[in-house]
Each structure stands twice: as structure tokens, then as C-alpha cells.
């Protein structure tokens, strides 16, 4: 067997390098559990204002699958399973938008880039005071 690549799009989170791959078998787990179109489910991740449960969920189950994937086909990188406090513990502020970027970009969904110095919060068209 040849050498293990990681597909995906890499993500670091807790300082391990992880991947997030939308493999067939997840899209199918993530479609039974929301009754809806993966594509749906993406667009609720990206446009949801309020506190980061669906992209928690969605990334435990990315996660999950990978250390699943990756104990079928025997490669030598070897993750445990997690669960969402785990993940809730992962996300947090600071890289809250760079794992929603991973996300979406792990789909082929692109996120415009945030300027450093712009309030990613602040709504169109509002002055602040």
C-alpha cells in the first residue's frame, strides 16, 4: 500500500492538523440527520447568526469520519473520535471564521476574505458611533 495522503482541506485545531472531507458517507449521515439537501445544511452553517451548534455538529461529524476513514484503510496518522463539548472546546473566537472557511471551502464554497482591519461582525450600511 502506497503512502497516505491526507485529502481534504487542513485544519489545525487543539495544535493537530485535521481535514475536513465531505466523503459520501458523511453527506449521507449529515442529509438523515437535518431531513434536508447537504447544500441546505451549508447554507444554514454559513448564514447562521446565532450560536455555532449546527457548525459544532458538522464538524464533529467530519471529524469523526475521518478517524473512521482513516482506522478502514490502516494509515499511520490515528485520530480518537470526538464528541461536540470536545469540538465546542476546538472553536472559539479566534478561529471561529477560519474553521467556517474550512468548511465551506471543503464543499467548494468560497467566503469572501475579511480585511484584517474590518469589523466581520458590522452589518452593511452602519456608521458606528
Same mark, same amino acid.
Do not use: C, W
Given at each position: 500500500? /502506497? ?5 481534504? @482541506?487542513? %485544519?489545525? +485545531? $487543539?495544535? #493537530? ?34 450560536? /455555532?451548534?449546527?457548525m459544532?455538529?458538522? @464538524?464533529? %461529524?467530519? +471529524? $469523526?469520519? #475521518? ?24 472553536i ?23 480585511? #484584517? ?8 450600511g452602519?456608521?458606528?458611533?
Open positions: 500500500m /502506497g503512502t497516505f495522503k491526507p485529502r481534504g @482541506v487542513a %485544519i489545525v +485545531l $487543539n495544535g #493537530e492538523e485535521r481535514h475536513f472531507l465531505f466523503t459520501l458517507n458523511m453527506i449521507d449521515q449529515i442529509e438523515e440527520k437535518y431531513d434536508k439537501p447537504l447544500m441546505e445544511v451549508l447554507e444554514d452553517v454559513a448564514n447562521d447568526t446565532g450560536n /455555532g451548534h449546527l459544532r455538529d458538522i @464538524v464533529v %461529524i467530519l +471529524l $469523526n469520519d #475521518e478517524a473512521e476513514r482513516n482506522k478502514r484503510m490502516k494509515t499511520s496518522v490515528e485520530y480518537s473520535t470526538v464528541t461536540e463539548a470536545d469540538v465546542g472546546d476546538m472559539g473566537l479566534d478561529n471561529y471564521y477560519e474553521v467556517m472557511k474550512a468548511l465551506l471551502k471543503a464543499y467548494g464554497i468560497s467566503m469572501p476574505e475579511v480585511d #484584517e482591519d474590518e469589523d466581520p461582525n458590522q452589518k452593511s452602519q456608521m458606528k458611533s
